[in-house]
């Protein structure tokens, strides 16, 4: 059964930073990249980053577009999440998921999913 799990998220306040990370493990860990998407209360989950597993392509959202960037570390199977210049809306449970067959930005591609990570951003 693979697992992720995430982990970095917080408090802070409007225009800081914080980086979110994303470890998998399982016995059969195999995928074509893995993304970030977002929840906030009220809302659908949307789609914020993926990253390609072998050729590190990346894909963003519009919205955290030039603000955040997804970062791989193969060997240790993780994936990260540096948000820069952070808005009130980036407030959200944040989830780390996998994308078996190929990097996209359909929620619905993507097979296993962490648990979240909450991220608070003040005005």
């Known amino acids: 059964q693979v697992q992720l799990a995430e982990s970095g998220g917080g408090l802070v306040q409007a225009g800081g930073s914080l980086r979110l990370s994303c470890a998998g493990s399982g016995p059969t860990l195999s995928f074509s990249g893995m993304g970030w998407s977002r929840q906030a209360p009220g809302k659908e989950r949307e789609f914020i980053a993926a990253?390609?597993?072998?050729?590190?392509?990346?894909i963003y959202a519009d919205s955290v577009k030039d603000r955040f960037t997804i970062s791989r570390e193969n060997a240790k199977n993780t994936v990260y999440l540096q948000m820069n210049s952070q808005k009130p809306e980036d407030t959200a449970v944040y989830y780390c998921?996998?994308?078996?067959?190929?990097?996209?930005?359909?929620?619905?591609?993507?097979?296993?999913w962490g648990q979240g990570t909450q991220v608070t951003v003040s005005s």
């Open positions: 990253i390609g597993w072998s050729l590190g392509r990346t």
């Open positions: 998921a996998t994308a078996r067959l190929k990097l996209t930005p359909h929620l619905i591609e993507y097979d296993y």
